[in-house]
């Protein structure tokens, strides 16, 4: 069986060197030696003014949106995992979406300001695939309407923009470091800011409210993560420029035994260098998605439907029209990409989906 996504396994006696240490200290949570290694370790990698590591990509989202202080409507993406929408809603903001641009998937700038109301405060973006928005174009209207800027960056891990880690641009950057992502601490999240104050609100939100031990400094969450995530995150670390390389690879053949495919493929922001954490293709029609769908899982490979559906259609929230961000939910899947994914499984793949057109 070959999914759309492994788990990165790091080697057992690494990780269970680190799980020693926890029984020797007997400190399992709370802010431990591990936490605090695997965030400045991550915050060195990133090259991040600030980073908190958090439970999870999604309170790593409500924090940021908390500690923002945003309210009324979050300007966001269709186009996305459902905990970006979630999360606005979660905290009681209203998203408005706005469509995709067609090439990039990532929200179109262009029709960002005609959304604007009086009752706007924020734009939450996701970097959609790893592939880093028109960040230009959004800080500049950010700062005409007076509205901060969050980026959901959790496909973003080792992605660089202009030079830069794409987590250090926005107010807040969110990551999640899921299992199923490229670089994971099994569950796990964190949030990049370069703003001072907004860290300390952050680390307060993360742990309760607590100041002291018996005062409060705002309203908190359990936002805090363990020593065995950690311990986790840190063998794993060691190995993300393996990770990297390998996916690279691992494009460059799908490209190859792909050439001949009736596919569209994610455009490129320029100045980017990608971490290829997805492949995505776009079908001509959605009955070619669902037929090579239906002819893959014949051969027990499972593609998903990334991002299936276009999240302006849930239920609890109020109706956008989002034509490009619906069509190309409905014509997309994200090819099998993973560490251990072998070149003959990417072949054997490529040629299934030959033939399903060829057909
Ligand atoms: C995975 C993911 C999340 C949620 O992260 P968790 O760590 O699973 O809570 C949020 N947004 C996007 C775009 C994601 O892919």
């Not at 958090?54 to 924090?63: D, F, K, V, Y």
């Not at 307060?204 to 908190?220: D, I, K, L, P």
């Not at 990334?306 to 302006?312: D, E, H």
Request: proline share 4%.
């Amino acid at each position: 069986m070959i999914n759309v996504t492994k788990p990165f396994m790091p080697d057992i006696e690494e990780y269970i060197e680190f799980i020693r240490g926890i029984w020797e200290r007997n400190w399992l949570t709370n802010n431990g030696p591990l936490v605090n290694s695997l965030e400045l370790k991550l915050k060195e990698y990133l090259d991040a003014k600030h980073m908190l590591y958090m439970g999870n990509g999604t309170i790593a989202l409500q924090i940021a949106i908390k500690a923002l202080d945003l309210k009324g409507e979050i300007i966001t993406t269709p186009f996305s995992f459902v905990a970006t929408t979630s999360s606005i809603v979660w905290e009681g903001c209203e998203p408005v979406f706005v469509d995709i641009d067609k090439d990039t998937f990532n929200i179109d700038p262009k029709l960002i300001e005609q959304a604007i109301t009086g009752k706007t405060t924020a734009i939450l973006a996701t970097h959609v695939f790893g592939n880093p928005c028109d960040i230009e174009a959004i800080q500049k209207i950010a700062e005409k309407h007076n509205l901060k800027v969050i980026y959901d960056a959790a496909h973003c891990f080792g992605t660089k923009y202009k030079g830069r880690h794409v987590f250090n641009y926005g107010d807040i950057s969110t990551a999640s470091f899921h299992a199923t992502k490229l670089y994971h601490t099994i569950e796990g999240g964190a949030v990049v800011t370069n703003d001072a104050e907004l860290l300390k609100k952050m680390v307060y939100m993360r742990n309760f409210g607590f100041e002291s031990f018996e005062s409060f400094a705002s309203v908190g969450i359990n936002g805090k993560n363990s020593e065995f995530h950690a311990a986790m995150g840190l063998v794993n670390l060691k190995s993300i420029d393996d990770i990297l390389a390998s996916r690279k690879e691992q494009a460059k053949i799908y490209d190859r035994e792909l050439k001949e495919l009736r596919v569209r493929k994610q455009k490129l922001t320029p100045d980017t260098e990608h971490n290829n954490s997805y492949y995505p293709v776009v079908f001509e029609t959605e009955e070619m998605a669902l037929s090579s769908i239906a002819s893959l899982n014949d051969n027990w490979i499972y593609p998903r439907r990334y991002f299936y559906p276009s999240l302006s259609g849930v239920s609890y929230v109020k109706k956008y029209s989002t034509p490009v961000s619906d069509d190309i939910a409905s014509r997309i899947l994200c090819l099998p990409m993973y560490h251990s994914l072998k070149d003959e499984e990417i072949a054997f793949i490529s040629r299934i989906l030959l033939r399903v057109q060829n057909n």
